[in-house]
């Protein structure tokens, strides 16, 4: 249907049975999005399972913002943007648009300054306004 432009395919990759799953899909053409979570143990493994896709963009959690903003470089050199969702959901862990309204600094700032490129937000001229004003 010639839809490939238009569509994304993203599901969590943290095992090699994971990325069999996604080899095993016939996606030709689709770019191909992971879900993953980081901690400061598990960054390396967790880098080389996907390396074996190359996703151009990862749907992060971590432990600790720390862990992702030590291993910027790395994920600059896999050409793997960051995403985070800092909608008021539990899995947020914390890093809300609720939070970020008040001190946009301790959550936005702090996401940005470690390496995180895509925020996903209920509050987009919010989110705007603060990217325009730390310019």
Not at 91 to 118: C, E, F, H, Q, Y
Request: proline share 4%.
């Amino acid at each position: 249907m010639n839809a490939a432009p238009y569509v994304d395919l993203k599901t969590t990759v943290m095992t090699p049975e994971h990325v069999a799953w996604v080899k095993a899909q016939d996606i030709g053409g689709v770019p191909f999005m992971a879900m993953a979570s980081f901690t400061e143990g598990g960054i390396g493994q967790t880098l080389s399972v996907l390396s074996e896709l190359k996703p151009f963009m990862s749907e992060i959690r971590f432990d600790h913002i720390d862990t992702i903003a030590a291993n910027r470089s790395a994920f600059e050199t896999a050409g793997m943007a960051l995403w985070k969702n800092t909608l008021d959901m539990a899995n947020s862990g914390g890093w809300t648009d609720t939070v970020a309204l008040t001190d946009p600094d301790k959550i936005w700032g702090r996401l940005i300054d470690a390496g995180i490129s895509a925020i996903q937000t209920d509050q987009p001229a919010a989110l705007k306004a603060y990217l325009e004003n730390r310019a």
